[in-house]
């Protein structure tokens, strides 16, 4: 399904060249959840960045279903990001002026979804804030926002999803609760998952779990 092959990326610090990939390769199959370790500075999320398109690789290839990045024009990747990709953050980022029903429906504007409303309070409802609807940010507790955010991101049935240190800004009681939502959704939606994290625990509940060491992921 994804597929990254001898992808090279660096960046200039100053002068120095810092070599992030040299030769990686990875791929995934649909419905597959893998989690990836590493340390701070290792290059997980680049890796999420190249992943979904946000940022391009020096050299090597990135495909989702067949579909080579390097084949679309900018405005066709954002497209494709927008339809194929969900999001996960640490930091929820959810829209702060937005209520919660809001928030999970802004995918579906940008991807045309038909019914996005009902979708949306369905999502909510399945992550135990059907009572929430009007809630903002605000007045939700940070488990509360990562529940919205796993809603948000499901909303238009996207192939895969990336997250970033999901449960990474809440305490061990709520983080298990929330990342028990997101398994129970991604399997109920056969979704594919890459899940970065430094929790050994969470990187145990994905079928396989890679480390990224010198810009190689190494099987765990």
């Known amino acids: 399904m994804l597929q990254l092959k001898s992808l090279k990326k660096a960046y200039l610090q100053g002068s120095q060249k810092i070599e992030i990939f040299e030769d990686l390769n990875f791929h995934i199959e649909k419905g597959q ?6 340390k701070s500075g290792s290059g997980k999320s680049t890796l999420l960045s ?8 020096d050299l090597g290839d990135i495909s989702l279903d067949s579909i080579f990045y390097k084949d679309l024009k900018e405005s066709e990747l954002n497209d494709f990001r927008a339809t194929n990709i969900g ?12 209520n919660a029903l809001e928030n999970v429906m802004l995918p579906a504007k940008v991807c045309n979804i038909s019914n996005p409303k009902e979708k949306a309070i369905e999502l909510l409802k399945s992550v135990g804030l059907s009572h ?3 809630h ?13 955010a ?3 991101a499901l909303i238009h049935n996207p192939k895969i999803i990336l997250a970033d240190e999901p449960s990474g800004n ?16 991604i ?3 056969n979704t594919t998952l890459i899940l970065v994290t430094h929790s050994k625990d969470v990187a145990m509940r994905c079928e396989k779990t890679y480390e990224l060491i010198l810009g190689k992921l190494t099987q765990c």
């Open 33 to 38: 959840t893998v989690a990836i370790m590493g």
């Open 50 to 57: 190249l992943i979904s398109g946000i940022i391009k690789p």
């Open 87 to 98: 999001f996960i953050f640490q930091n929820f980022h959810l829209v702060s002026y937005l």
């Open 132 to 134: 929430r609807l009007d």
């Open 136 to 148: 903002l940010p605000s007045q939700l507790s940070g488990g509360e926002k990562q529940r919205v």
């Open 150 to 152: 796993i809603a948000r």
């Open 170 to 185: 809440l305490d061990e009681e709520t983080g298990i609760a929330v990342m028990d939502i997101l398994f129970e959704l």
């Open 187 to 189: 399997k109920a939606n």
